[in-house]
Nanobody, 120 residues
Framework: QVQLVESGGGLVQPGGSLRLSCAAS????????IGWFRQAPGKEREELSC????????TYVDSVKGRFTISRDNAKDLVFLQMNNLKPEDTSVYSC?????????????WGQGTQVTVSS
């Protein structure tokens, strides 16, 4: 079965950190550019960051730039999102998505997501 599986979400206080992981089942992540997305209730899915298949190129949306870091370990077939200085407005369901071979291609396959809640 082909699927993406996210993990690492949870409840954290404002200013705290979490590290999300994205793994694949039934295929390998390494040939693909992978993005991290989030979707809060009643809002559209928002892409936060994307990493090229080699890991040499990354992009970030302004709202997370300087706080979130995307990375990948192709040997372990994992993609990560390190989230620091979390804010209550970061509360959302976070998912990873496959872009194809480049970040400029539209993502068309996502995992179920992991809940991140930032609250005191």
């Amino acid at each position: 079965q082909v699927q993406l599986v996210e993990s690492g979400g949870g409840l954290v206080q404002p200013g705290g950190s979490l590290r999300l992981s994205c793994a694949a089942s039934g295929f390998s992540l390494s040939p693909y550019a992978i993005g991290w997305f989030r979707q809060a209730p009643g809002k559209e899915r928002e892409e936060l960051s994307c990493i090229s298949n080699s890991g040499n190129s990354t992009t970030y949306v302004d709202s997370v730039k300087g706080r979130f870091t995307i990375s990948r370990d192709n040997a372990k077939d994992l993609v990560f999102l390190q989230m620091n200085n979390l804010k209550p407005e970061d509360t959302s369901v976070y998912s990873c998505g496959v872009h194809g071979t480049k970040c400029i291609y539209e993502a068309d396959f996502w995992g179920q997501g992991t809940q991140v809640t930032v609250s005191s």
